[in-house]
């Protein structure tokens, strides 16, 4: 195993009490003060705990050490191999996070979020979502996706992911990298969104093949092992969606099982295994799922969840949740800011947060 840098961030959370003082101040230090380049050639270390979806409310900095910060492709290169001002964006965000002590899960967006002059180069597919529409209600009519399976669109994912691992492989803010190159609708790269006839009809129409998709998930692995040697990179998985037939699709968990081993060998210690249709209740998700998750944690790789949904009312009991991932195995839990009004005291939230972080040095030390 290469040897993670003890000087990050994150590194000294699993031996410190996180709710005083001296350790926020500790993690403030590493990040804003070490600059923006680490001695030597170890891997990062990943997120860990809670991890707040944005910037958490500054009252809840102690609890949170990792944000997730979501940047559009299209915002970050408006023109092929031209990254500013998109990277003037993430280094002013980058800043905020290093003086409140929390690391960065940089995700780059794609699929509908692609540039509009790569959509003009690679062709485009219209991929649609009902049930997604209470999360984005402007994408009811479906949403403009570059062909993210054509060769054409890989070379220029190639090219910004290296651009970015140019400027942020050593970064100390930086924590993680989302694999995002194959995502459609939302930056879940196995969903196809192939319950939907329209989606299956426009994808064949557009030259969409199942052969060509898998290639490019694999690609993607490929491209995150060659550019991002010190951090970890993301993804977040769901049993694949495979268009199996003229007008038919079907789970194919296995495909999933078989990724998650590919991945663990291609980017060995800088895989992060991710899912973000999370719920406490086995029933609600169907066994795929939970094959999934025994293949995740079996495979050694860090890994964590999202709750399925981004409301109190799609999350449930927030507490009870928590407590599953836990059980799970999972080393971090992403959360959108609704833990102000869960009901769960502060003194709680930090147990749960030092109970995933446990679990988060296990995976580590294993690797």
Same mark, same amino acid.
């Given at each position: 195993? @290469? ?19 001296? !350790? ?69 965000? *980058? ?10 899960? *940089?995700?780059? *967006? ?6 509009? $002059?790569?959509?003009? /180069?690679?062709? @485009? ?12 209600? %402007? ?46 609708? $939302? ?22 093949? &199942? ?7 694999? /690609? ?21 969606? %495979? ?12 495909? &999933? ?21 999370? !719920? ?9 799922? $939970? ?18 949904? &981004? @409301? ?56």
């Amino acid at each position: 195993m @290469t040897p993670r840098h003890s000087g990050c961030p994150t590194a000294s959370r699993h031996h410190v009490a996180r709710g005083c003082l001296a !350790v926020w101040l500790l993690r403030c230090a590493a990040i804003c003060f070490v600059g923006h380049s680490l001695a030597g050639g170890e891997i990062k270390q990943p997120p860990a705990g809670l991890v707040s979806f944005g910037f958490p409310p500054k009252a809840w900095d102690p609890i949170f050490n990792c944000m997730v910060y979501k940047c559009r492709w299209q915002d970050l290169e408006h023109s092929p191999g031209r990254y500013d001002p998109g990277l003037q964006k993430i280094e002013e965000m *980058l800043e905020r996070a290093g003086k409140r002590g929390l690391s960065m899960h *940089l995700m780059v *967006l794609c699929g509908a979020d692609s540039p509009d $002059w790569l959509k003009a /180069e690679v062709g @485009t597919v219209t991929v649609f979502d009902p049930g997604g529409l209470a999360y984005n209600p %402007e994408a009811k009519g479906g949403r403009v996706c570059a062909r993210w399976w054509d060769p054409r669109f890989g070379e220029a994912y190639l090219r910004m992911q290296r651009a970015l691992a140019d400027r942020y492989d050593a970064h100390p803010g930086v924590a993680a990298v989302g694999m995002n190159r194959c995502m459609s609708f $939302w930056p879940e790269p196995f969903m196809r969104k192939l319950k939907d006839p329209k989606t299956r009809a426009n994808l064949r129409e557009a030259g969409y093949s &199942t052969e060509l998709d898998k290639a490019a998930q694999r /690609e993607t692995l490929r491209a995150h092992g060659q550019c991002w040697r010190r951090t970890c990179s993301s993804i977040a998985l769901n049993p694949y969606e %495979e268009l199996s037939g003229p007008d038919s699709w079907r789970q194919d968990v296995e495909f &999933t099982a078989a990724f998650i081993r590919e991945a663990a060998r291609v980017l060995g210690s800088r895989l992060i295994l991710q899912n973000d249709s999370f !719920v406490h209740e086995r029933a609600q998700l169907g066994e795929d799922y $939970w094959k999934m998750y025994d293949v995740m944690r079996a495979s050694g790789a860090v890994f964590g969840l999202q709750p399925r949904g &981004t @409301t109190r009312e799609t999350i449930g009991d927030l507490r009870k949740l928590i407590e599953a991932a836990i059980r799970l195995g999972a080393g971090y839990v992403e959360l959108v800011n609704i833990y102000e009004d869960a009901g769960l005291p502060r003194e709680e939230l930090v147990a749960l947060d030092k109970a995933l972080e446990a679990n988060a040095a296990i995976q580590v030390r294993n690797e």
